[in-house]
């Protein structure tokens, strides 16, 4: 008889973990399926999916030891601090990157374990569905298991994008996964694709020495972002060394006996060749979805490769729900997780909700990037009437004793209501300051409200209170 389950979630990355502890935490019975090994050493599964094993994790510990080893080389005597040469040993920063990694993939099948989530060792793809419920094929190295769920998580994530025309061989030519196993920073290193992963791998080697040029299609710089932010951290970045060319048509890549020729035209229409050694192909990603056999229970994937869902990540197939990259909205890991909690408890009849607007975003480099809610460009283009208020670290004295003053806070509120509607930073430690504007986002809190809240001194966090301040004019510090 096929084993039964309340609860099957498809994919163990960070929404589809998730989705499977909350689930347990409420009482259903819950399976999980994963079949990446990730080049485990002894080709087990491993669990994370690719942000803890080939994104997110690993490339954060690289961004890590990359920024200590650029403090160490270039700004240890304005601290009075002398050293000898300084040298990098890649090999090392990657042992310590994968134990890292091996440490948290193996805590969450500690997790399974303590939430009695059942491991499923496969590949899950629909089968139809019967009365007793959805009928599932885990197809895994010993064989196929059929498997029988009343309700059904999709949580197979996304893949690296590449190119027409231009072979990923994650040795020359690599995609995310490849950028982060090289085994010496490469003199030049070629970067398409002037996304977050792009830059933030791009910094990480140019940091340890390579000569960066950065490859982008889209004629302006971090769209996504507040406009300020955008032109300030092209500064900055320039600054560093990061060569970024943007408007730029991509032509033939070809690897060569010294690394890889990259033709391009640029935004005036002349025609270039860049050497590299290395090449990072960073485009963007696309949904995991080829494999899962939806025509079996009359699902459909849309043009663009994502399954349909309502607000609450239902898809039209009842009891089946898809969450993280494979649905609309922004490719983050916490959306992913955020989603997942909230369609276990959906089953369990409770009655979450996510507000997408009030979701941080974070580019990991140096200095991060990070903003909640509306940008400017996009207040402006509803006609919404707002106003700005803005204050630089430059004028914070915690940021000028770490040495890290570079950038600014941004906040934006109605013009009316005061009520918060974007906050966005650029400078040191922004993906934890972030934090204050998503609760304050959450609550639809007035900038008043972060203005006469006591901030301690001296702190980063200081500058979000300014910022509140100068709102109204009135910053204290400026």
């Given at each position: 008889?096929?084993?039964?389950?309340?609860?099957?979630?498809?994919?163990?990355?960070?929404?589809?973990?998730?989705?499977?502890?909350?689930?347990?935490?409420?009482?259903?019975?819950?399976?999980?399926?994963?079949?990446?090994?990730?080049?485990?050493?002894?080709?087990?599964?491993?669990?994370?999916?690719?942000?803890?094993?080939?994104?997110?994790?690993?490339?954060?510990?690289?961004?890590?030891?990359?920024?200590?080893?650029?403090?160490?080389?270039?700004?240890?005597?304005?601290?009075?601090?002398?050293?000898?040469?300084?040298?990098?040993?890649?090999?090392?920063?990657?042992?310590?990157?994968?134990?890292?990694?091996?440490?948290m993939t193996s805590g969450i099948k500690f997790l399974f374990r303590k939430n009695k989530i059942t491991l499923l060792k496969g590949q899950g793809s629909f089968a139809g569905k019967t009365d007793a419920g959805y009928r599932i094929i885990i197809r895994g190295k010993e064989g196929?298991?059929?498997?029988?769920?009343?309700?059904?998580?999709?949580?197979?994530?996304?893949?690296?994008?590449?190119?027409?025309?231009?072979?990923?061989?994650?040795?020359?030519?690599?995609?995310?996964?490849?950028?982060?196993?090289?085994?010496?920073?490469?003199?030049?290193?070629?970067?398409?694709?002037?996304?977050?992963?792009?830059?933030?791998?791009?910094?990480?080697?140019?940091?340890?020495?390579?000569?960066?040029?950065?490859?982008?299609?889209?004629?302006?710089?971090?769209?996504?972002?507040?406009?300020?932010?955008?032109?300030?951290?092209?500064?900055?970045?320039?600054?560093?060394?990061?060569?970024?060319?943007?408007?730029?048509?991509?032509?033939?890549?070809?690897?060569?006996?010294?690394?890889?020729?990259?033709?391009?035209?640029?935004?005036?229409?002349?025609?270039?060749?860049?050497?590299?050694?290395?090449?990072?192909?960073?485009?963007?990603?696309?949904?995991?979805?080829?494999?899962?056999?939806?025509?079996?229970?009359?699902?459909?994937?849309?043009?663009?490769?994502?399954?349909?869902?309502?607000?609450?990540?239902?898809?039209?197939?009842?009891?089946?729900?898809?969450?993280?990259?494979?649905?609309?909205?922004?490719?983050?890991?916490?959306?992913?997780?955020?989603?997942?909690?909230?369609?276990?408890?959906?089953?369990?009849?409770?009655?979450?909700?996510?507000?997408?607007?009030?979701?941080?975003?974070?580019?990991?480099?140096?200095?991060?990037?990070?903003?909640?809610?509306?940008?400017?460009?996009?207040?402006?283009?509803?006609?919404?009437?707002?106003?700005?208020?803005?204050?630089?670290?430059?004028?914070?004295?915690?940021?000028?004793?770490?040495?890290?003053?570079?950038?600014?806070?941004?906040?934006?509120?109605?013009?009316?209501?005061?009520?918060?509607?974007?906050?966005?930073?650029?400078?040191?430690?922004?993906?934890?300051?972030?934090?204050?504007?998503?609760?304050?986002?959450?609550?639809?809190?007035?900038?008043?409200?972060?203005?006469?809240?006591?901030?301690?001194?001296?702190?980063?966090?200081?500058?979000?209170?300014?910022?509140?301040?100068?709102?109204?004019?009135?910053?204290?510090?400026?």
């Open positions: 008889m096929n084993k039964q389950f309340d609860v099957l979630v498809i994919g163990a990355g960070p929404g589809g973990y998730i989705a499977a502890i909350r689930s347990a935490q409420l009482g259903f019975s819950v399976a999980c399926c994963e079949f990446n090994t990730y080049d485990d050493p002894d080709g087990e599964t491993r669990l994370g999916g690719t942000c803890l094993n080939a994104g997110c994790i690993p490339l954060k510990a690289l961004v890590a030891s990359s920024e200590v080893f650029e403090k160490v080389s270039h700004h240890l005597e304005e601290h009075g601090i002398s050293v000898g040469e300084v040298k990098i040993d890649v090999a090392r920063m990657q042992q310590r990157k994968a134990a890292i990694v091996t440490k196929e298991e059929e498997i029988i769920a009343h309700n059904v998580i999709i949580a197979t994530g996304s893949k690296a994008r590449h190119i027409p025309n231009i072979a990923v061989d994650n040795m020359t030519i690599c995609d995310n996964e490849g950028a982060m196993k090289f085994t010496e920073a490469p003199k030049k290193l070629g970067v398409i694709g002037a996304g977050v992963i792009g830059l933030e791998v791009g910094s990480v080697w140019r940091r340890l020495g390579a000569e960066v040029t950065v490859l982008e299609v889209m004629p302006s710089f971090l769209s996504a972002c507040d406009e300020s932010v955008s032109r300030e951290a092209s500064k900055l970045f320039l600054k560093q060394g990061l060569q970024i060319k943007l408007g730029v048509r991509i032509g033939q890549a070809k690897t060569t006996e010294n690394g890889v020729s990259v033709a391009y035209t640029d935004d005036q229409g002349s025609e270039h060749v860049l050497e590299c050694d290395k090449l990072i192909v960073s485009v963007g990603r696309i949904p995991n979805t080829e494999k899962l056999n939806l025509e079996a229970i009359g699902l459909q994937i849309d043009e663009r490769g994502f399954i349909p869902v309502n607000d609450h990540c239902a898809t039209v197939a009842a009891g089946v729900y898809a969450i993280g990259d494979v649905v609309r909205g922004p490719m983050l890991a916490h959306k992913a997780e955020d989603e997942g909690v909230m369609v276990g408890e959906l089953i369990a009849g409770q009655n979450p909700h996510l507000d997408y607007n009030s979701m941080p975003w974070v580019i990991y480099t140096t200095p991060e990037i990070a903003w909640a809610g509306k940008t400017e460009q996009q207040l402006r283009a509803e006609g919404r009437d707002y106003k700005t208020g803005q204050f630089p670290f430059a004028a914070n004295g915690r940021a000028l004793g770490l040495g890290d003053a570079e950038g600014f806070i941004k906040m934006l509120a109605d013009a009316k209501t005061d009520e918060i509607l974007g906050v966005h930073i650029l400078g040191a430690n922004a993906s934890e300051l972030i934090a204050e504007a998503a609760l304050a986002l959450e609550f639809r809190a007035a900038a008043e409200d972060i203005a006469r809240t006591c901030h301690p001194h001296p702190s980063l966090s200081e500058v979000m209170r300014e910022a509140a301040l100068a709102l109204e004019k009135r910053a204290l510090n400026i």
